[in-house]
């Protein structure tokens, strides 16, 4: 799932409010960046990444853009930023089948909402 954000509009440092887990977030976010066009490479024709040398999109950028789409796309997670698109919608065939990520992210908003309850 690709996340909603941009060159111009990059994943904050500080996850949305939603995301399942923050300290997740934050790596996530970092690496994205890393693995994007240096400064001088964002306006020629065919960038390469600033960080592996890959053309860009490179496959780790490609990875961390989707592990941001997933945290942003769980229920409850904030909408994305004003003048981002959204991520494209899931097929059918896929939604029967929920991603690790969103897996995880399910079992630890459960486990919250039991140590909740308890207290």
Same mark, same amino acid.
Do not use: F
């Given at each position: 799932? %690709? $996340?909603?954000?941009? *060159?111009?509009?990059?994943?904050?440092?500080?996850?949305?409010?939603?995301? @399942?887990?923050? $300290? *997740?977030?934050?790596v996530q976010?970092? +690496? +994205?960046?890393?693995?994007?066009p240096? *400064?001088?490479?964002?306006? =020629?024709r065919? @960038? =390469?990444? /600033?960080?592996? /040398?890959? #053309?860009?999109?490179c496959h $780790?950028?490609?990875? +961390?853009d989707?592990?941001? /789409?997933? #945290? =942003?796309?769980?229920?409850g997670?904030?909408?994305?930023? $004003?003048g #981002?698109? /959204?991520?494209?919608? =899931?097929p059918e065939?896929?939604?029967?089948?929920p991603?690790?990520?969103r897996a995880?992210?399910r079992?630890?908003a459960?486990?919250q909402? %039991?140590q909740?309850s #308890?207290?």
């Amino acid at each position: 799932m %690709r $996340s909603p954000y941009t *060159l111009d509009n990059p994943p904050p440092d500080e996850p949305p409010s939603g995301v @399942p887990v923050p $300290s *997740l977030w934050r790596v996530q976010a970092r +690496w +994205w960046r890393r693995h994007t066009p240096a *400064l001088d490479q964002r306006s =020629v024709r065919r @960038p =390469v990444c /600033g960080h592996c /040398g890959q #053309a860009w999109p490179c496959h $780790s950028w490609a990875c +961390w853009d989707g592990q941001l /789409g997933e #945290a =942003v796309g769980l229920p409850g997670a904030a909408e994305p930023m $004003s003048g #981002a698109t /959204g991520p494209r919608p =899931v097929p059918e065939s896929r939604m029967s089948e929920p991603s690790p990520i969103r897996a995880r992210g399910r079992q630890l908003a459960a486990r919250q909402q %039991r140590q909740k309850s #308890a207290a």
